[in-house]
């Protein structure tokens, strides 16, 4: 049987301050939500405080008592009491025992802007949170300095106590929440004036987030432990943040790939050029081939979002529109009318497409050269 004062780490003469402070470093450093895998030195480590922070059990274990404090009662095996309880208890204060003041904190979710850039290919982003911290006045003991639990006077720490009701049965033994001490089996009669004995305030914090490239609007990032730290100082809960992305003013983004649009001028879609264009990447050349039309897509592979969890990118799609002329002089209207005979194009004619071709039909005439 192990040795309740050295798995705390405490030596026998310890007080119920150093008692407390012990468990508290040793509970946020094995309980399973933190550190799974060491669910039997939490146990163990639990069944220690629970003896040790107790008056009674303490000195009933240090008289060799037993491992729980508590060794063989009075007048044998207990009375009728015991064993409703046994069956049929429940909650706190029952066979299940006190409610611990010490539990884990809840999970937060809070939300965090980015820009396209930092969502398409990582970044780190500054986040302020409010939330619940360790209460640095009392550590999280929930105590004034000098001070400890108590074990409840009314209900001698089992966090209920049994009501005797009459009914058509005969006298039922239920067990009732004790209003004393809420179910905790221990009262604080001086608590902390900072936390009022909570163990913990509520604080605002700025944390660095660690944005994953690939990350899309709505993606929820995971931190663990770094949500709300639990009442009498537990362990912290975990912190959901979920990204949104901001509108960027160039380019839009369609899954892995990066849309962008750019106009160019009717004689550079008709006799081709190169344009520079200003990517993430820096600047690049885009291509525009003789007779480019409004619409046409150019891309430019590799050049857009990273994948999530992955190295590999998108691609950026550049669609074209060409730009006609609204406003033209005599001398440009004169080329013009010269071009249109040159093309035979005076009298222009409209090209009709039907819009009920079927696929097949499409594909016929692409292939037929139409």
């Known amino acids: 049987m ?27 450093k094995y309980h399973p939500d933190v550190n799974p895998g060491h669910g039997d030195e939490f146990k ?24 729980n404090g508590q060794g063989f009662p009075s007048g044998g095996f207990g009375g009728f009491g015991d064993i409703f309880e046994t069956f049929f208890g429940g909650g706190a204060g029952s066979a299940g025992g006190p409610i ?18 930092t969502a398409a290919f990582g970044g780190t982003v500054d986040l302020d949170v ?40 005969g006298q039922m033994v239920t067990n009732q929440t004790c209003n004393n001490c809420h179910g905790f089996g221990t009262v604080i009669p001086h608590p902390c004036l900072n936390c009022q004995g909570d163990g ?12 994953p490239a690939g990350v899309s609007d709505g993606t929820r990032i995971q931190l663990s432990s770094q949500g709300e730290v639990g009442p ?13 992305v901001a509108r960027h003013e160039v380019f839009q983004r369609d899954g892995d790939n990066l849309r962008a649009s750019i106009s160019v001028p009717m004689t550079a879609a008709a006799l081709g050029a190169s344009i520079p264009f200003e990517t993430f990447d820096g600047s690049q050349d885009i291509t525009i081939e003789p007779g480019t039309q409004s619409g046409t897509v150019v891309k430019l592979a590799g050049l857009g979002a990273k994948r999530l969890r992955s190295e590999t990118r998108g691609d950026l799609l550049i669609t074209v529109e060409v730009l006609t002329p609204e406003h033209l002089g005599d001398e440009e209207r ?8 040159l093309r035979g194009e005076e009298t222009p004619r409209a090209q009709i497409t039907s819009q009920n071709r079927g696929m097949f039909s499409r594909m016929r005439e692409k292939f037929a050269g139409r």
Do not use: W
């Open 232 to 244: 009498g100082g537990g362990p912290a809960g975990d912190l959901f943040v979920e990204v949104m």
């Open 334 to 341: 004169e080329l013009l009318v010269q071009l249109a005979k």
């Open 44 to 67: 163990a480590i639990s069944l220690a405080y629970d003896v040790l922070s107790d008056p009674e059990k303490r000195r009933n274990y240090d008289m060799g008592g037993g491992e």
């Open 2 to 28: 192990a040795d309740h004062y050295e798995t705390l780490g405490v030596s026998k003469d310890a007080s119920a301050a150093e008692i407390k402070k012990a468990y508290l470093k040793l509970a946020r």
């Open 200 to 211: 913990r305030v509520r604080k605002q914090r700025t944390m660095k987030i660690r944005v």
């Open 100 to 117: 611990p003041r010490v539990q884990r904190g809840k999970d937060a979710l809070v939300g965090v802007n980015v820009d396209l850039r």
């Open 130 to 169: 409010t939330t619940a911290v360790v209460c640095d006045t009392c550590s999280g003991a929930g105590t004034q300095e000098g001070t400890s639990v108590e074990t409840c006077s009314l209900c001698h720490g089992s966090g209920s106590i049994q009501r005797m009701t009459r009914t058509l049965l």
